[in-house]
Nanobody
Framework: QLQLVESGGGLVQPGGSLRLSCAASGLSLDYYAIGWFRQAPGKERERVSCISRSDGTTYYADSVKGRFTISRDNAKNTVYLEMNSLSPEDTAVYYC???????????????????WGQGTQVTVSS
């Protein structure tokens, strides 16, 4: 059973940066595509970014393109989300999720992900 634990969230000022981590245990992340999602109060869950299993290709939502970077370190069984130029609109609980799918990760929606972490809160405020 794959278990995912997010960390790295917190309070940051507008324009600041954070790096979220998604650490896996139980199974190797080598076999999974990993996605980052977020959900703000009163809003639907939004897909932010993902990294494919096979070739490491990535996807970014338009709202974060150019500001966020996803990466994976298979040796550490961890996926990262580097977030720069943060704005209050980025405030949300951020979740990482894993799917066994072997296609380009941009093809997968939240329902395709089998494993989810508990989430980490990101608050952008002055």
């Amino acid at each position: 059973q794959l278990q995912l634990v997010e960390s790295g969230g917190g309070l940051v000022q507008p324009g600041g940066s954070l790096r979220l981590s998604c650490a896996a245990s139980g199974l190797s992340l080598d076999y999974y595509a990993i996605g980052w999602f977020r959900q703000a109060p009163g809003k639907e869950r939004e897909r932010v970014s993902c990294i494919s299993r096979s070739d490491g290709t990535t996807y970014y939502a338009d709202s974060v393109k150019g500001r966020f970077t996803i990466s994976r370190d298979n040796a550490k069984n961890t996926v990262y989300l580097e977030m720069n130029s943060l704005s209050p609109e980025d405030t949300a609980v951020y979740y990482c999720a894993a799917t066994l799918g072997n296609y380009y990760c941009g093809a997968y929606v939240s329902a395709d992900y089998n494993y989810w972490g508990q989430g980490t809160q990101v608050t952008v405020s002055s």
